[in-house]
């Protein structure tokens, strides 16, 4: 085999997985009329057909994915044969690729690998912020964040958070005008600013606890955002309440914008936490930002 072969079938590996010429390419740093041309000559010279490809996705055939399966591992092991190189090396290198939420990303992951980058210039952190749920296989993600009830069992699961807390808020002028409520049902009565969630494009139900007793209220107004910052921005003018994180209003409570109600209702739950396979062998670049990002009460005490 020569290795244009195996180059051919890198390109054919990352398309396969991203589901798109367009990504792939951006991945493997190529047009994506370029990785559409590499998939031809490679399916002309071997033969067969490897991807089926519609206008909106692109999957592949039963040959295709009879390959994926034989040469998925291999890759894999080529992949970590080089990362360890570079425990070699003098400095630690290589690329970390995490998925993240907006929230997460702001209030956890910048704050730490600011400084990170810095002591590793040699180490590549890619950050895609997406508030969807990605896969870590198909967005070959080397690890991922998420709410710690939201960890799959089968997940190695590093905290990197302290608890959090959500906050029901509103103007002052809003709520002058409307009876804070007492309990979740009193919210049937009010304007409540909507969030649109991503990953199965539904609206967040705003989830309630107090004691025994756990609520998922669907609540009701004519402001829907997919993004909490105009959330936020549409409580503070006074358009309705709001259930957003409690770090996220803090200074507004602080400062008289927004009142709080029913925090009774919202106790502290587990923050973020870091996931990756438990089969996955980390290079020592991933180690080192693991460790960079691992939750310690008293570093988060003396940043407080």
């Known amino acids: 085999m020569q290795r244009k072969d195996l180059d051919d079938l890198q390109v054919f590996r990352t398309v396969a997985q991203a589901s798109s010429f367009t990504r792939a390419a951006a991945q493997l740093g190529m047009s994506a009329s370029a990785a559409s041309q590499v ?36 890759f894999d092991r080529i992949q970590t044969a080089l990362e360890a190189l570079n425990e070699l090396r003098d400095a630690p290198s290589g690329t970390v690729r ?9 209030t956890v992951i910048w704050p730490a690998i600011v400084g990170f980058v810095k002591a590793y210039p ?4 890619e950050l895609d912020i997406d508030d ?42 809003y709520l002058a005008e409307h009876p804070a409520p007492e309990s979740p049902k009193d919210l049937m009565r009010h304007t409540c600013i909507n969030l649109r969630l991503p990953t199965h494009d539904a609206l967040y139900a705003w989830e309630l606890e107090k004691g025994d007793k756990k609520l998922r209220v669907h609540v009701d107004g004519p402001l829907v955002f997919t993004r909490t910052e105009f959330i936020l921005k549409a409580a503070v003018s006074g358009a309705g309440l709001a259930c957003l ?40 670049g991933f180690r080192l930002l693991v460790d960079q990002l691992r939750y310690r009460i008293e570093r988060s005490s003396i940043s407080s």
Not at 134 to 161: C, N, P, S
Not at 264 to 284: A, I, M, V
């Open 132 to 173: 969807t749920l990605l896969d870590l296989a198909t967005g070959r993600y080397d690890t991922g964040v998420r709410l710690g009830e939201q960890v799959a069992k089968d997940m190695v699961a590093v905290r990197i958070g302290p608890d959090l807390r959500m906050a029901v808020v509103g103007a002052p002028d």
């Open 98 to 106: 995490i998925t993240a939420g907006e929230h997460a990303a702001a």
């Open 39 to 74: 998939i031809r000559n490679l399916e002309a010279r071997l033969g067969v057909k490897l991807l089926t490809r519609t206008t909106r996705n692109v999957s592949a055939t039963q040959a295709g994915s009879s390959v994926l399966a034989e040469i998925g591992p291999a």
């Open 245 to 284: 994180f409690e770090d996220q209003v803090q200074s507004y409570l602080a400062n008289g914008s927004l009142l709080r109600v029913l925090g009774d209702w919202c106790p502290p739950f587990p923050g973020y936490h870091l996931y990756y396979p438990s089969n996955r062998q980390p290079s020592l």
């Open 122 to 125: 040699n180490i590549k952190i």
